[in-house]
């Protein structure tokens, strides 16, 4: 008999996040994208209003987004960085309104440690920082001291240089020994295994053969026995795959989303909520009924 390709044998992983405990690794979660920024790669200015980014947050709710991550600063590739102030104003009364509106989870993405403690302080009980903690020395202690979750993603340089010919000799084990390594330093400084997910950063410091190897190693990065988070909705190699612009980018998101449940990822980042979600519960239903 063919096997199912999701293996009923998938280890169950719970990501500890404040008080509650979060199981995973059944089926994806979905993670929405809420960007407050005017220059994002992908929706850049449409939600710069507090009203219409809180707005955009219910409906990713109402979709079905397990978790809502805002951020103020734009990470795409050459982007130039923006002061705490102005990421503050940007994030902080979306955080709090959010707080008193939804009852998933919210994130802020960001790598400022004094907008994670100010966002934590308005309601988020999740800190995703695509520096691994590392472009501000004072976010270790901000996430120690919150007992949040904690997103860990790899990033080989900055934003503003992360796409000037990235290299590897091997991307899926340089990638997994920095984990390692990071990990050691986040322990020391008293934030547990279990607030933990991993993201290996698609498009961070990563060419589109970089981005299909480490999405075809997804079983690669969770035997480090961390959930593993995969950021690539609407992104560049999808351009060059599919060869189309980006806003026609939604299919192949979905696409991909599916190949990475078949693999066991356990939440997905993600633009189109409901697109991939409706993807996502259409796989399950097909393949639940996959004989073992």
């Not at 009364?93 to 302080?121: F, H, M, N, W, Y």
């Amino acid at each position: 008999m063919k096997s199912n390709p999701r293996a009923p044998s998938q280890s169950q992983i719970a990501w500890q996040v404040g008080e509650t405990p979060i199981p995973l690794g059944r089926f994806p979660k979905l993670m929405g994208i809420v960007n407050t920024t005017p220059d994002s790669f992908s929706d850049g200015g449409q939600f710069c209003d507090v009203d219409a980014a809180v707005g955009h947050a219910l409906e990713l709710a109402a979709a079905g987004a397990d978790f809502l991550d805002v951020g103020g600063e734009s990470t795409r590739p050459g982007a130039e960085p923006v002061s705490a102030a102005d990421e503050l104003r940007r994030v902080i009364p979306v955080v709090s309104r959010l707080a008193g509106e939804v009852s998933v989870p919210i994130s802020i993405d960001t790598t400022k440690a004094e907008v994670a403690r100010q966002a934590l302080d308005a309601g988020a009980t999740i800190v995703n920082d695509i520096s691994g903690l590392t472009f501000d020395p004072q976010m270790p202690a901000v996430c120690a001291e919150s007992n949040c979750g904690v997103i860990v993603m790899h990033i080989q340089g900055t934003p503003q240089t992360m796409q000037n010919d990235p290299h590897y000799d091997n991307v899926i084990a340089e990638i997994c020994d920095h984990f390692t390594a990071r990990l050691e330093e986040l322990a020391a400084v008293g934030i547990a295994n279990e607030r933990i997910v991993l993201d290996p950063g698609i498009g961070f410091g990563k060419t589109a053969e970089h981005n299909l190897q480490i999405l075809s190693h997804i079983g690669r990065f969770r035997e480090l026995g961390y959930p593993v988070l995969i950021g690539h909705s609407r992104k560049r190699f999808l351009g060059k795959v599919l060869g189309k612009p980006l806003d026609e980018r939604v299919y192949g998101t979905a696409g991909v989303a599916i190949a990475l449940a078949q693999q066991g990822v356990d939440i997905i980042r993600v633009h189109d909520v409901a697109a991939v979600g409706d993807c996502l519960t259409a796989w399950q239903a097909v393949i639940e009924r996959v004989e073992g």
